[in-house]
């Protein structure tokens, strides 16, 4: 199994997370706190209250673990398609794999990608959610001191499926969402290149930037419920499941609560996406 896919993956979702991560903590305050009247709220309050510090809240954790999870995306993706039509990366632009392969190993990469991230996002949300500003002397600590104790936090008060609520919705959310992404960015490439040819880096980065944004449009309504359960148990409200979660939300807010946040998402969408792919191709080109 080639195992440059992997390594490229990790590098390029590591930096893809740090330019995303202060749109994200916008996003998931957004979706799971009502204090909010929008994005600029929300930026300001959050400046006001924590400083700058206080959009990169949860990232230390991310940046090996879910930067690690972007690695096996991309590289069960690429061994998927190697399974499918047994063609290497260097070759898929003179052999180009059918949409359909590039589903599926989309759609395959994303749902081990959902497995494996559960308990990870599960962390940075909750990270992202404590609105306490900087301690200062004498003020009680957050309830999080950092992403091993809240770990140790959640498993001590929820038990070990506490750490992975909402992993259905994660689930359900990144399977065929991912498998819509790649189809993206392959077609895009595909409209702008001449056969046989790798596509420019121009084109990579409007193909990378247009495939994140298709995706977090698709995916939204499920990241909301996703956040939601995964906040339930330090809000001591228990959802009965996926599907309570999705009532009660409707009930309590309408159905304009499971678009919350696809502003910030598409906005964050296009530069994280364009430079994650960007920098995954040009890792792949320059070792091939």
Not at 83 to 107: D, K, M, N, W
Not at 238 to 255: H, I, K, P, T
Request: net charge positive; hydrophobic share 40%.
């Amino acid at each position: 199994m080639p195992v440059e896919e992997f390594v490229a993956g990790w590098i390029s979702g590591a930096l893809g997370l740090v330019l995303g991560h202060p749109f994200d903590t916008v996003k998931v305050r957004l979706q799971t706190q009502t204090t909010y009247q929008g994005i600029i709220d929300c930026m300001v309050k959050t400046y006001r209250h924590e400083s700058l510090l206080g959009f990169f809240k949860g990232m230390s954790f991310p940046i090996v673990s879910i930067a690690v999870v972007n690695s096996i995306l991309f590289g069960v993706y690429s061994n998927a398609l190697l399974v499918l039509t047994a063609t290497s990366h260097q070759e898929r632009r003179a052999q180009p794999p059918s949409y359909t392969h590039v589903f599926i190993a989309g759609c395959t990469g994303g749902f081990l990608q959902a497995y494996c991230l559960a308990p990870f996002d599960l962390i940075k949300v909750r990270l992202q959610n404590q609105t306490e500003p900087r301690a200062q002397p004498g003020s009680p600590p957050p309830r999080y001191q950092g992403p091993v104790h809240c770990a140790a936090s959640i498993f001590q008060a929820e038990g070990p499926r506490g750490l992975f609520r909402g992993a259905w919705a994660l689930t359900l959310r990144d399977t065929p969402t991912l498998g819509i992404y790649f189809v993206t960015y392959e077609w895009l490439c595909r409209q702008s290149t001449p056969d046989g040819q790798n596509p420019s880096s121009a084109t990579v980065l409007v193909a990378g930037g247009f495939a994140g944004i298709t995706s977090w449009v698709t995916a939204t309504p499920l990241d909301v419920i996703k956040s939601r359960m995964q906040m339930a148990g330090l809000e001591q409200r228990a959802y009965r499941g996926l599907l309570d979660c999705v009532v009660s939300s409707v009930r309590q807010e309408g159905l304009g609560v499971f678009f919350r946040g696809l502003t910030i998402n598409s906005a964050r969408a296009f530069p994280v996406n364009a430079v994650t792919f960007l920098s995954y191709e040009y890792l792949l080109h320059s070792w091939g």
